[in-house]
């Protein structure tokens, strides 16, 4: 099955063609799953082996058999239902409907009106102040962790899931990438994700996969020589 561009989007079909007791205008049924036109929009052509036009299978009560079909011959299906390839596939020529803030706040049929009656998420003042003392009892946590860890200093990192690391301390503070106090470490072997920077922005100076930025709750400082893991062997 091939796709060509003429006057109107059209579709084209080889054989072999079974012998059939059905009159053609059922086979523009079977057509319509395949090329999308609407049955009742078809105009069907057919062509012999060398391309030659036969014949308009344009008979509703003609068998399909009646028409010189043999093997190799091609139906030709003209859509004249006015589509043209490819006309939604651009969006941005789709009218879209827009509604204005104020608007839609006061309908009563919409997904914030319902969230508003239902005291739910971020209107349920109660739960939203509840979550906003917790994030900024964990902030003072953070930050009462991280001011025991001075950059500089030598520490090993116990994330869940991970083997314990070492590294060498070389920034503490608040970042731009998620909310909260992180130290970053220079891991004494590649086993980071960064060389210090994280989206675009640099927090502190290493080679590439040496750099991690890890809560404080996981890093203990202290005298922690390096190891070698042996992954210069590697």
């Given at each position: 099955?091939?796709?060509?561009?003429?006057?109107a989007?059209?579709?084209?079909?080889?054989?072999?063609?079974?012998?059939?007791?059905?009159?053609a205008?059922?086979?523009q049924?079977?057509?319509?799953l395949?090329?999308?036109?609407?049955?009742?929009?078809?105009?069907?052509?057919?062509?012999?082996?060398?391309?030659?036009?036969?014949?308009?299978?344009?008979?509703?009560?003609?068998?399909?058999?009646?028409?010189?079909?043999?093997?190799?011959?091609?139906?030709?299906?003209?859509?004249?239902s006015?589509?043209?390839?490819g006309?939604?596939?651009?969006?941005?020529?789709v009218?879209?409907?827009?509604?204005s803030?104020?608007?839609?706040?006061?309908?009563?049929?919409t997904?914030r009106?319902?969230?508003?009656?239902?005291?739910?998420?971020?209107y349920?003042?109660?739960?939203?102040?509840?979550?906003?003392a917790?994030?900024?009892?964990r902030?003072?946590?953070?930050?009462?962790?991280a001011s025991?860890?001075?950059?500089?200093?030598?520490?090993?990192v116990?994330?869940?899931?991970?083997?314990?690391?070492?590294?060498?301390?070389?920034?503490?503070?608040?970042?731009?990438?998620?909310?909260?106090?992180w130290?970053?470490?220079?891991?004494?072997?590649?086993?980071?994700?960064?060389?210090?920077?994280?989206?675009?922005k640099?927090?502190?100076?290493?080679?590439?996969?040496?750099?991690?930025?890890v809560?404080?709750?996981?890093?203990t400082?202290?005298?922690?020589?390096?190891e070698?893991?042996?992954?210069?062997?590697?």
């Amino acid at each position: 099955m091939e796709v060509t561009g003429v006057s109107a989007p059209t579709v084209t079909g080889r054989g072999p063609w079974p012998p059939s007791p059905h009159p053609a205008s059922s086979s523009q049924c079977k057509l319509e799953l395949l090329v999308g036109s609407p049955a009742s929009c078809m105009e069907l052509e057919l062509y012999g082996v060398d391309d030659k036009f036969y014949s308009k299978l344009d008979q509703e009560d003609a068998l399909l058999g009646s028409y010189p079909v043999d093997d190799g011959c091609r139906i030709h299906v003209i859509d004249h239902s006015g589509a043209r390839l490819g006309e939604y596939e651009d969006v941005s020529r789709v009218e879209k409907y827009t509604i204005s803030q104020e608007a839609y706040d006061q309908r009563q049929d919409t997904v914030r009106s319902f969230l508003k009656r239902s005291k739910l998420g971020r209107y349920n003042e109660e739960e939203r102040a509840q979550q906003e003392a917790e994030a900024a009892q964990r902030l003072a946590e953070e930050k009462a962790q991280a001011s025991s860890i001075p950059v500089g200093s030598r520490c090993e990192v116990r994330a869940a899931g991970q083997s314990p690391r070492r590294g060498t301390v070389m920034y503490v503070g608040l970042t731009d990438f998620k909310p909260g106090y992180w130290i970053g470490v220079r891991y004494d072997e590649p086993l980071g994700k960064n060389d210090g920077s994280v989206n675009g922005k640099r927090y502190f100076e290493c080679q590439a996969k040496y750099g991690a930025f890890v809560k404080p709750a996981v890093v203990t400082v202290g005298d922690f020589p390096e190891e070698d893991y042996g992954l210069d062997e590697i």
